[in-house]
């Protein structure tokens, strides 16, 4: 299947963006809500990544965190109940 003409265009832009972004300096990754107390970690794969630790999250974080472990929990427990019902345990 060809491309159109539009479609082409399109492609042209994205490589055009990604290579200027690559002549100023590569890819800036965005700033997350955060206090700025993240730590720079390396799994034991080889992996970096940012973790930041319970004490630096602000109560907003924190009080938005708990929230949606009761919630996903509930979900989860909800999910288990039916499944029980429907296959008779």
Known sequence: MALTDKQKAASKA???KIM???KQGGYVPQKREGSGMSIKKK???GT???YQ???T???EQKAKRIAYSKDY???TRAEARAYR???GR
Request: hydrophobic fraction near 35%.
């Open 14 to 16: 994205r490589r055009d």
């Open 20 to 22: 200027a972004a690559a």
């Open 43 to 45: 799994s034991k794969s």
């Open 48 to 50: 970096t990544y940012y």
């Open 53 to 55: 630790p319970w004490k």
């Open 57 to 59: 999250l602000t109560p």
């Open 73 to 75: 929990a509930a979900k």
């Open 85 to 87: 019902a429907e296959h």
